[in-house]
């Protein structure tokens, strides 16, 4: 099943940490540009990963550890910067609700 992305214009509406039903989605894509409500909840992890593109995180409600090359603790309003390709892993302290950003560089990328 293909993920929907928004179009040009589209509001999105990302639901609330309250509901159990919120989930990861995304958002939107281009081909420099990705993205994505992520939700990890309390106790979940991803494993460590390297992301092709630029990233950021901004962290909308909750509290996740990152380890890794950039080990850090994001709350609420906290908001994070990654290089291209820098190893991490993603932990949920407290349910989260996170914006992900990646920028995909044309250097990076050929």
Known sequence: MALHHCRSGEVARPGSLDDPATATAALARTPSFEAIHLVVRAGDSIASHRVAGSLTLY??????????????????????????????????????SLLLTILFDERASG
Do not use: Y
């Open 59 to 96: 962290c909308i409600a909750g509290h996740a550890r990152l380890g890794g090359d950039a080990p850090a603790e994001l709350r609420a309003g906290d908001w994070l910067f990654l290089e291209p390709g820098t190893p991490h892993t993603v932990e949920a302290v407290a349910d989260t």
